[in-house]
């Protein structure tokens, strides 16, 4: 089956967007569809990539870099691998912006309090970057601790939401 991507221009550089039946395979902050296909799972590889001006999905991606950082929240993403790791992808979806979790704490959300190491792994394995936001995932310790789209990236995602998410009561 034939997967679809599209490239726009944000002010930490090009993201583009893998998208196969209206869910985001992968993305990322890149302009080379080759950097995005070896983080799909292989049973969810497509056969065929075709490059297209725009998507949809590409106008939510836009506006949270404009400011609207609740934008992406509603996508719809399509990744695999074992139990934990889904788990925890779903669990990513909950760390609310503007108050990342350290790896710890990302841990016990997934009720495994002593899987830091699995936690931060389950990070490193997203393959829907934004979408599914592991950059809300920071080192024990308050470090900004890794990200495959670089730190200078993550600083600047985790400043975007926190200058645009209201202060809770």
Not at 36 to 54: I, K, N, W, Y
Not at 102 to 125: I, L, M, Q
Not at 137 to 160: E, N, Q, S, Y
Request: aromatic share 6%; charged share 20%; hydrophobic share 45%.
């Amino acid at each position: 089956m034939t997967a679809l991507h599209a490239t726009t221009g944000t002010p930490i550089g090009p993201f583009t967007v893998l998208v196969q039946d209206d869910a985001v395979l992968a993305s990322g902050w890149t302009a080379d569809i080759g950097d995005l296909l070896p983080v799909v799972h292989r049973s969810l590889r497509p056969a065929e990539v075709t490059a297209v001006d725009r998507l949809p999905v590409l106008d939510l991606v836009d506006a949270f870099h404009a400011g609207d950082v609740a934008a992406v929240e509603g996508v719809v993403v399509r990744q695999r691998s074992g139990p934990f790791l889904q788990e925890a992808w779903d669990v990513l979806r909950t760390v609310p912006a503007g108050r990342p979790d350290s790896y710890a704490e990302f841990a016990a959300r997934c009720g495994r309090p002593a899987a830091v190491r699995a936690a931060a792994g389950a990070c490193a394995r997203n393959a829907a970057a934004l979408f599914v936001p592991c950059h809300r995932v920071l080192a024990t310790g308050g470090g900004l601790g890794g990200f495959r789209w670089g730190t200078p990236v993550k600083r600047w995602l985790l400043d975007h939401e926190a200058a645009h998410t209201p202060v809770p009561a």
